[in-house]
């Protein structure tokens, strides 16, 4: 199959294609001339067209998460936190102020509450902790603190879902496959979860201070 | 004060205010010469510095927001909605396919099961319903099918929240204040949500898969 018709049967881009390849992201096909090789979708794997379909994804983040997917000498808990660790992630701006140092203060006894040990002991080494404290940091600057009470109600929907997007990575057999479905539902199920929460929080204040809806 | 003072005092720096006065979203300064000006602190009035201080919200954005703080011929409930309607959003590429329709089939029902009768009213033209059929879509497409009942959990989560939210958003006064609040917890809420999740699913993760924390 040429590099045309792969693109057609697989839905990616041409040039997309072209790109991954370039960056090795995918195995080069089989030369057949000097100017046309031959790619079956095998070339295609379904991870790195998830990774595409789900766009945003740059190729430094995909080359990781391949990596980790890929890498035989971690367990399974390490393959699914390498990862989903490597995704995309909105970066918050550090600051070290009084309103940091009670921010961090606030997010570790939510954590110690929750029994989450083993995000207490990734604590500042991890990336999303570090926004998490940096978030709620700015909310204590602009006058509005968070301690560890208020966010509870946050951490308890947020060990819901967990326990949810778990039970379907567990349907999956193989690590590949796991690390896959994890990626997935990562990236796409807090776009859901971003817009069920907007489209939520209309329909609270309509109820509390709009008109009835016909 | 001068324009330097002014941004000492309020910790936004000095070109961000100049962007922001040439862009007409602060009033101008009272000018005491040809080349200074005179400004007070009411000058960064306090919506205008949580904008600035959440940050990544684009100018036009920050003038919508405004301007739906500041209309006095919409009700609570319209201000609000406008005001967090005009925030910065992760836009999800919208096709139009098989995938796509059976997603807005399920994302109604789940509307209407839930009893989200103002969010079923706006449908197609809100663009967080647009973003919630695309990212269930883009699931589809990708042999992750989500239907009303995947998507339930997702929704009670934020229902939840959401209740929390207004809540902590009826405790101020002004309609000024309380589009503040709502701006506030809605973009910084975001990023802590979005950050407890990923912390949630590590923990989970761990605890299935992992070896015990010491």
Redesign the interface.
């Known amino acids: 199959m040429k590099l045309s018709e792969l693109s057609e049967r697989s839905?990616v881009p041409p040039a997309t294609i072209k790109y991954y390849l370039r960056e090795r992201l995918l195995p080069p096909g089989r030369r057949v001339s000097a100017t046309q090789a031959e790619y079956d979708e095998s070339h295609l794997r379904r991870l790195v067209?998830?990774l595409i379909?789900?766009?945003?994804v740059p190729v430094s983040a995909a080359r990781a998460v391949l990596a980790a997917a890929e890498d035989d000498s971690l367990?399974?808990?390490?393959r699914?936190?390498a990862a989903?660790w490597a995704l995309p992630?909105?970066a918050?701006?550090e600051e070290e102020d009084t309103a940091a140092e009670a921010a961090r203060r606030e997010v570790d006894l939510l954590?110690e509450r929750?029994g989450?040990?083993?995000?207490l002991?990734?604590g500042a080494h991890?990336p999303?902790?570090r926004?998490?404290v940096?978030?709620?940091a700015?909310?204590n600057?602009?006058g509005?603190p968070?301690d560890h009470e208020?966010?509870t109600?946050?951490?308890n929907?947020?060990?819901?879902?967990?326990?949810?997007?778990?039970d379907?990575i567990?349907m999956y057999g193989t690590p590949l496959e796991r690390v896959e479905?994890?990626v997935?539902?990562?990236m796409?199920?807090?776009?859901?979860?971003?817009?069920?929460?907007?489209?939520?929080?209309?329909?609270?204040?309509?109820?509390?201070?709009?008109?009835p809806?016909?």
């Not at 379909?53 to 945003?56: E, L, V």
């Not at 489209?199 to 201070?209: D, K, Q």
Request: net charge negative; charged share 20%.
């Open positions: 839905g067209r998830a379909q789900i766009g945003q367990d399974q808990h390490e699914l936190g989903v992630y909105p918050e701006p954590l929750q989450w040990h083993f995000g002991k990734m991890s999303v902790y926004t998490l940096s978030a709620v700015s909310m600057r602009l509005y968070a208020q966010l109600p946050y951490a929907a947020a060990a819901q879902l967990a326990v949810h997007d778990l379907l567990e479905a994890a997935v539902l990562t796409l199920g807090e776009r859901v979860l971003l817009s069920l929460r907007r489209l939520a929080e209309a329909e609270e204040s309509n109820h509390r201070f709009g008109k809806v016909d």
